[in-house]
Structures are given as structure tokens and as C-alpha cells.
């Protein structure tokens, strides 16, 4: 069973539109991270959580919001979404006092026209 | 400035040969050095990882070896396997942070 899920899988948004992505993990971690993935690139952290109601800002948290809500879920916002956010977004959850390790879901391919 | 470098940016090795994967990192303050697999349409793997604490960690066909003076790091695959193709990450991230900066990756192609 996964531990991370994240929906929708793929999705197709205009340019201004409000998009969000969604992100739930059942490891029971107190951390989660979104990043995204461009071609030829790592990733880069974007936002990421603490716990159940913080947010906190990544590298390059420009054009995007954070939400947790709980525990177990963590979602990304889009208020206005532009061409340059096209690309692969991956939810993690880890806890680093078990070590660093963060285990990733199976990301969402986002375009934007 | 970018924090990890990694290197090459693809390799391509026989069968049965052995891979080997660098990085170098920036920040001191480093302490954890997970490598990542990720195969095409899927999310990143942690394959193995490391702490500052260690210089060296092997897990089967798989050993990572750090160097601390030198802020390097690298991954050595033995007998590399087809199924061993995919994208290879380094990462590094302080502990009390948990947050990880990734390298760009190297693109592995095992021939068989």
C-alpha cells in the first residue's frame, strides 16, 4: 500500500486559473515537502510543514501557497497559474529525527496553457 | 550557487561493469547524504544514504562513500544491471532541518 498518494495524477489548467494539487501520507510523519521536477533538473523544494497547520517557505516558494490541514495532508495552491509552473510535482513525508529519510509519492504532471 | 553538484549528467556502462556516481556539496553544515533512484513516471526511491558520522556504507551491489575534507560523496554500483537504469540523485540536508537540496541527477543506461 502507498504510503504517499497525491492526486490528480495529471492535470491540464489555463493560464490564471487556480489550481490544487493534493498530497495525503499515512507514515505518520510530522514533516511534508513539495517540490518540483524539470527536465534535466533535481528537485527543488518549494514549500514545506512541520506539523498539522504550519507552512513554511523552500527555495522557491514564488507563485505557490501551502496548506496542512492535518496530519496526514498537505496540499499545494496555484492562485494564478502561469506556463513556467508546467511541470512534475512530488509530495514527500519524512521524519528527520528517524534519520533524514523522506519518502516521495508518485508525483502529479501539471500543464499549463 | 548551486548547494550539490553531481556528476556526469548520463553514463552509460555495460553489463556487469561497475558504476560510479560523484557529487560534491557546498554547505558545511551538511550531516546526511541519501541517494535517490527514480525510474521514468514514478517518484524518487531512497536507495542509500549516509552520515557525516560514517565514510562508507554499502547495502548489497550498492556502496556510497563520503569523503568530509573534501566535501564529496560518491555511489559505486557493482555488476550494474539493465534493471539498474534510471536516474540516479544525490541529496544532502542537515538533520534538524530535514530539508534536502538534490543535485540535477545522472541518467544511467545499463547495456546489455
Known amino acids: 500500500e502507498a504510503a504517499v498518494t497525491q492526486s490528480p495524477r495529471n492535470k491540464v489548467a489555463v493560464t490564471g486559473g487556480k489550481v490544487t494539487l493534493s498530497c495525503n501520507q499515512t507514515?505518520?510523519?510530522?514533516?511534508m515537502y513539495w517540490y518540483r521536477q524539470d527536465t534535466g533538473h533535481g528537485l527543488r523544494l518549494i514549500h514545506y510543514?512541520?506539523?498539522?497547520?504550519?507552512?513554511e517557505k523552500g527555495d522557491i516558494p514564488d507563485g505557490y501557497k501551502a496548506s496542512r490541514p492535518s496530519q496526514e495532508n498537505f496540499s499545494l495552491i496555484l492562485e494564478l497559474a502561469t506556463p513556467s509552473q508546467t511541470s512534475v510535482y512530488f509530495c514527500?513525508?519524512?521524519?528527520?529525527?528517524?534519520?533524514?529519510?523522506?519518502?516521495f509519492g508518485p508525483g502529479t504532471r501539471l500543464t499549463v496553457l | 550557487q548551486q548547494q550539490v553538484r553531481q556528476s556526469p549528467q548520463s553514463l552509460t556502462v555495460w553489463e556487469g561493469g561497475t558504476t560510479v556516481l560523484t557529487c560534491s556539496y557546498e554547505?558545511?553544515?551538511?550531516?546526511?547524504f541519501p541517494w535517490y533512484q527514480q525510474f521514468p513516471g514514478e517518484g524518487p526511491a531512497l536507495l542509500i544514504s549516509?552520515?557525516?558520522?560514517?565514510d562508507k556504507k554499502e547495502d548489497g551491489r550498492f556502496t556510497t562513500f563520503f569523503n568530509k575534507r573534501e566535501k564529496k560523496l560518491s555511489l559505486h554500483i557493482i555488476d550494474s544491471q539493465p534493471g539498474d537504469s534510471a536516474t540516479y540523485f544525490c541529496?544532502?540536508?542537515?538533520?534538524?532541518?530535514?530539508?534536502?537540496?538534490f543535485g540535477d541527477g545522472t541518467v544511467l543506461t545499463v547495456k546489455p
Open positions: 514527500a513525508s519524512g521524519d528527520p529525527t528517524g534519520g533524514g529519510e523522506q519518502y
Open positions: 507514515n505518520n510523519h510530522n514533516n
Open positions: 510543514s512541520y506539523g498539522a497547520g504550519s507552512t
Open positions: 554547505d558545511s553544515t551538511f550531516n546526511y
Open positions: 549516509i552520515l557525516s558520522v560514517s
Open positions: 541529496a544532502a540536508s542537515n538533520t534538524n532541518t530535514g530539508k534536502l537540496t
